[in-house]
T-cell receptor, first 116, second 115 residues
Framework: GAVVSQHPSRVICKSGTSVKIECRSL??????MFWYRQFPKQSLMLMAT?????????EQGVEKDKFLINHASLTLSTLTVTSAHPEDSSFYICSARDWQALTEAFFGQGTRLTVV | AQSVSQHNHHVILSEAASLELGCNYSYGGTVNLFWYVQYPGQHLQLLLK??????LVKGIKGFEAEFIKSKFSFNLRKPSVQWSDTAEYFC?????????????FGAGTRLAVHP
């Protein structure tokens, strides 16, 4: 299957700083990428959908100014957690959809963010 | 609104036991259905998917799932589990038409298989 690479896999940052997470589709072009957040022992909650070259669509309750998403190319989307707080500590997962396949999404390995 | 319900949050089985994990969804239109597995410390992997055709879908590692449209269900089954099947299993649904491309996940079922 297609490969989605997420970087970094783990990051620890201080409160008030910003952290950028990258999501790359390695062997396909992804017109759409999704960002999820997974709390311990809970399911994945969709945060936002990003389409290449346009603004991301955020789910209700997700602060767009706090979670900045950029999808500048068909192979790269970034999520920046701005002014991080300890409650932002979580597991963030991206997925990307192959525009040719249209239906199936592939997942990155996730980023564990710890804000201290 | 689209939603996915997984009935069992935690399942404990012995090796060689049969497995069935329930998944029900609510969505008025045509759907694509998925089961993903997340092994400890690893990322999500696709087990199987249903788009159309035969409602009995076979996936990797001996897993299968049956789409029953009248029941809005997509239960996952395996005749004989192994210790290596210990993982968390997520059912997911995506609307198949109208440009609705969000993949919505169930809460997950944590499976523990004892030797």
């Amino acid at each position: 299957g297609a490969v989605v690479s997420q970087h970094p896999s783990r990051v620890i940052c201080k409160s008030g700083t910003s952290v950028k997470i990258e999501c790359r589709s390695l062997d396909f072009q992804a017109t759409t990428m999704f960002w999820y957040r997974q709390f311990p022992k809970q399911s994945l909650m969709l945060m936002a959908t990003s389409n290449e070259g346009s603004k991301a669509t955020y789910e209700q309750g997700v602060e767009k100014d706090k979670f900045l998403i950029n999808h500048a190319s068909l192979t790269l989307s970034t999520l920046t957690v701005t002014s991080a707080h300890p409650e932002d500590s979580s597991f963030y997962i991206c997925s990307a959809r192959d525009w040719q396949a249209l239906t199936e999404a592939f997942f990155g390995q996730g980023t564990r963010l710890t804000v201290v | 609104a689209q939603s996915v319900s997984q009935h069992n949050h935690h399942v404990i089985l012995s090796e060689a036991a049969s497995l069935e994990l329930g998944c029900n969804y609510s969505y008025g239109g045509t759907v694509n259905l998925f089961w993903y597995v997340q092994y400890p410390g690893q990322h999500l992997q696709l087990l199987l998917k249903y788009f159309s055709g035969d409602p009995l879908v076979k996936g990797i590692k001996g897993f299968e799932a049956e789409f029953i449209k009248s029941k809005f269900s997509f239960n996952l089954r395996k005749p004989s589990v192994q210790w290596s099947d210990t993982a968390e299993y997520f059912c997911a649904v995506k609307g198949a038409s109208g440009g609705y491309n969000k993949l919505i996940f169930g809460a997950g079922t944590r499976l523990a298989v004892h030797p």
